[in-house]
C-alpha cells in the first residue's frame, strides 16, 4: 500500500486476481480525492475520483472507497490484466483543485 | 480523445541559462497546471493558473519561475536561469469545469548540465 517512506511499495498479482491499493491521507479537510495510473515513459493517466460527500464509487473494472474517519482510500482492480502493470498514484484535492500527490505503489500482473 | 500534448520530450539545457516548456491544453479545458517529479520522488505541485492569472503556487515556484498563456491555446512555464535541482520531468495538466479531473501530459524530461 501507499506508504511515506523512502521506498516505492510493490504489490504483485496474478494476471486475474483482483488488486487493492492503499493510500493514506493526510489532511482531514480535503474533499476531493483521485487515482492516477502511471505507466513509464508516461503522464500520470486518469482513472477515478471521489468526493468526500461519498464513500464507495465504482468504474469500470474499478472501486474507489473513501474512509474519512481514518484518513483511508484504496483502489479496488478487479481481474486484473497485464496492461494494469503500472505505478498508481492516489492524490488529495486541495483549494483550486490543487493536487497533493503520495508517492505511488507499483502493481506488477504476472501472467 | 482529446489530450494534452507537451513539447519537447526532452530538454537539455547548460545551468544559468533560460528554458521554456510548453503545454498545449485540452481545447475548452478552462484551468491549467504545472507539476513537477523528481527521479524516483513524488509529483508536486508547482503552479495553477486560470482566467490568466496564477490562482496558486507552491514554495518551489519562486521568482525564477513564470507561466504564460501567450494566446488561446499554448501554455508555457519558463525557468529563468536554470539550477541543477531543476532537473525533473515537468507535467502540466488541464481540466475543464468544476467537478471534472485533471488531465495530463506526458511530460518533459529537463536536464540541467
Known amino acids: 500500500g501507499e506508504s511515506v517512506g523512502l521506498h516505492l511499495p510493490t504489490l504483485s498479482v496474478q494476471e486475474g486476481d483482483n488488486s487493492i491499493i492503499n493510500c493514506a491521507y493526510s489532511?482531514?479537510?480535503?474533499?476531493?480525492f483521485i487515482w492516477y495510473k502511471q505507466e513509464s515513459g508516461k503522464g500520470p493517466q486518469f482513472i477515478i475520483d471521489i468526493r468526500s460527500n461519498m464513500d464507495k464509487r465504482q468504474g469500470q473494472r474499478v472501486t474507489v472507497l473513501l474512509n474519512k474517519t481514518v484518513k483511508h482510500l484504496s483502489l479496488q482492480i478487479a481481474a486484473t490484466q497485464p496492461g494494469d502493470s503500472a505505478v498508481y498514484f492516489c492524490a488529495e484535492g486541495g483549494s483550486n483543485y490543487k493536487l497533493t500527490f503520495g508517492k505511488g505503489t507499483l502493481l506488477t500482473v504476472n501472467p | 480523445e482529446p489530450e494534452v500534448t507537451q513539447t519537447p520530450s526532452h530538454q537539455v539545457t547548460q545551468m544559468g541559462q533560460e528554458v521554456i516548456l510548453r503545454c498545449v491544453p485540452i481545447?475548452?479545458?478552462?484551468?491549467f497546471y504545472w507539476y513537477r517529479q523528481i527521479l524516483g520522488q513524488k509529483v508536486e505541485f508547482l503552479v495553477s493558473?486560470?482566467?490568466?492569472?496564477?490562482?496558486?503556487k507552491s514554495e518551489i515556484f519562486d521568482d525564477q519561475f513564470s507561466v504564460e498563456r501567450p494566446d488561446g491555446s499554448n501554455f508555457t512555464l519558463k525557468i529563468r536561469s536554470t539550477k541543477l535541482e531543476d532537473s525533473a520531468m515537468y507535467f502540466c495538466?488541464?481540466?475543464?469545469?468544476?467537478?471534472?479531473?485533471?488531465?495530463f501530459g506526458d511530460g518533459t524530461r529537463l536536464s540541467i548540465l
Open positions: 481545447s475548452n479545458h478552462l484551468y
Open positions: 495538466a488541464s481540466r475543464g469545469e468544476e467537478n471534472q479531473p485533471q488531465h
Open positions: 493558473f486560470y482566467n490568466n492569472e496564477i490562482s496558486e
Open positions: 489532511n482531514s479537510a480535503s474533499d476531493y
